[in-house]
């Protein structure tokens, strides 16, 4: 995009199925194929010569194997895929929509501008910004998904206990102040102290009270990803009297939670991770869950789901509207025209689709200024110029400018300018094209020669 353009809009090997031996010349027959079958085999006149079929070596070790693929063993050819789960689809319909916050950035942008915006660029702006849309996602039924949602971040679920495990984990730090406090080494006899065998940090003996809470920490902060039960499986129990004194010598200090703002006062109680996780879900969390009905979130919220029927439903609502914005852009129009911007489609009635903070109207030269009515006459001669082709004289772009800013040329984002009309000149096909200078001077010397002829004056050099 040009200077003073407007808002930058861009800120916001191969695989062979066949089998090994019909792979290399290409060229194994169905004769020499039969013949390695034979030859694993041994030749047929060597074979011992009995009566009963149970004689035949061959026959009985084709029997054996029938009989471990009967019993399972068979399992190491197995070469399928594995099987993977299908996620159940949404139950609910999912509209795409402007996020107001977005919205009201651009309104500002417009009406600071005089810049024609292209309602399908603005549509891609929000659709580019995951966070700049908003997607309503509606039930089909009464009895199709329900939801709950974190009323300080939008964080939703369609399951309950996803967005009751977020809120105790992101907003307990909302409502409490966490303190390392200086305490009195355990007492005790120890005869054993857990150690993380994947950072070396001690845990602490067993079956001190403390335990599982650290034990939950450190799978909070160190590693999320884990569950508890597989966190339990890297742990190591020492039962060295060196190492259990160094747990002691380090276990002098504890973390205490107090209410927000009370950590330094005096007598103000302090509580573990365990009591202050408690008593949040019993005071502060009723008023921080919803379950709305109809889920109002951002696309990026929504893609951020441990629910991963809304997390691919919004996923491929994003990416339908991507392939074809009508329904953002319907819903662009709607707000813009409440807020009194001006729509044209440039070219014909089914030309591209543009939107201006300013009020185009015509431009009356006949009685304006001799420098605004020469500015006007230019672009009207030139449409869709740019500053390039301006002429360099005066003060003729600064002429160009207010004429725009006025509403009586239209200034495309793409820094080309041409004169208000029904539908105003958009694209290179309104350029004129230049001729090269031999072209040029060919052709103008072919003119003269043929007002000559015209006069009968024969020009001397063709007689």
Request: neutral net charge.
């Amino acid at each position: 995009m040009s200077e003073g353009s407007g808002i930058d809009l861009s800120g916001l090997g191969g695989f062979d199925f066949k089998p090994d031996w019909a792979k290399g010349s290409g060229k194994v027959t169905v004769g020499s194929f039969r013949a390695e079958r034979t030859d694993r085999g041994g030749d047929r006149s060597e074979r011992p010569s009995g009566g009963g079929r149970g004689e035949r070596g061959g026959f009985d070790k084709n029997k054996n194997r029938n009989k471990r693929f009967d019993k399972g063993e068979s399992k190491r050819f197995d070469r399928r895929a594995p099987r993977v789960e299908k996620v159940k689809p949404l139950d609910a319909e999912i509209k795409v929509l402007p996020d107001p916050k977005a919205l009201g950035t651009i309104f500002r942008k417009l009406q600071q501008d005089y810049h024609a915006y292209k309602l399908k660029e603005l549509a891609y702006f929000f659709l580019d910004n995951p966070s700049s849309v908003l997607l309503k996602v509606t039930p089909k039924s009464d009895f199709g998904e329900t939801f709950c949602q974190c009323k300080a971040c939008s964080f939703a679920s369609t399951n309950e206990e996803d967005v009751v495990e977020h809120a105790v984990s992101a907003h307990l730090a909302d409502y409490y102040d966490s303190k390392e406090v200086e305490v009195e080494p355990p007492k005790g006899n120890f005869n054993c102290v857990a150690k993380c065998g994947l950072s070396g940090v001690l845990l602490g003996p067993p079956n001190i009270h403390e335990f599982n809470s650290t034990v939950r920490e450190m799978i909070r902060t160190k590693y999320p990803e884990m569950s508890e039960q597989e966190y339990r499986s890297h742990i190591e129990m020492v039962r060295d009297n060196d190492v259990i004194e160094q747990w002691r010598a380090g276990a002098t200090k504890k973390t205490f939670f107090f209410a927000k703002g009370q950590a330094d006062v005096e007598g103000a109680a302090r509580l573990t991770r365990d009591a202050a996780e408690a008593e949040f879900r019993t005071t502060v969390l009723p008023s921080l869950i919803s379950k709305p009905k109809n889920l109002m979130i951002t696309a990026q919220e929504a893609m951020k789901s441990p629910s991963a029927p809304l997390k691919m439903a919004a996923a491929s609502a994003l990416e339908a509207e991507r392939r074809a914005p009508y329904a953002m852009c319907f819903a662009l129009r709607g707000a813009f025209h409440h807020r009194k911007m001006n729509f044209f489609r440039a070219n014909d009635s089914r030309g591209p689709e543009f939107v201006v903070g300013t009020e185009l109207k015509p431009f009356d030269a006949e009685h304006a200024i001799a420098e605004l009515a020469s500015a006007w006459k230019f672009i009207s001669e030139n449409p869709c110029c740019d500053k390039t082709e301006f002429p360099q004289e005066g003060d003729f772009e600064k002429h160009v400018s207010w004429l725009a800013s006025t509403g009586h040329v239209v200034a495309f984002t793409n820094g080309v300018y041409s004169v208000v009309e029904k539908f105003p000149k958009y694209g290179p096909q309104w350029k004129k094209r230049k001729k090269p200078a031999a072209q040029a001077e060919a052709e103008s010397a072919a003119e003269i020669v043929n007002e000559k002829v015209e006069k009968d004056e024969t020009p001397t050099e063709l007689a």
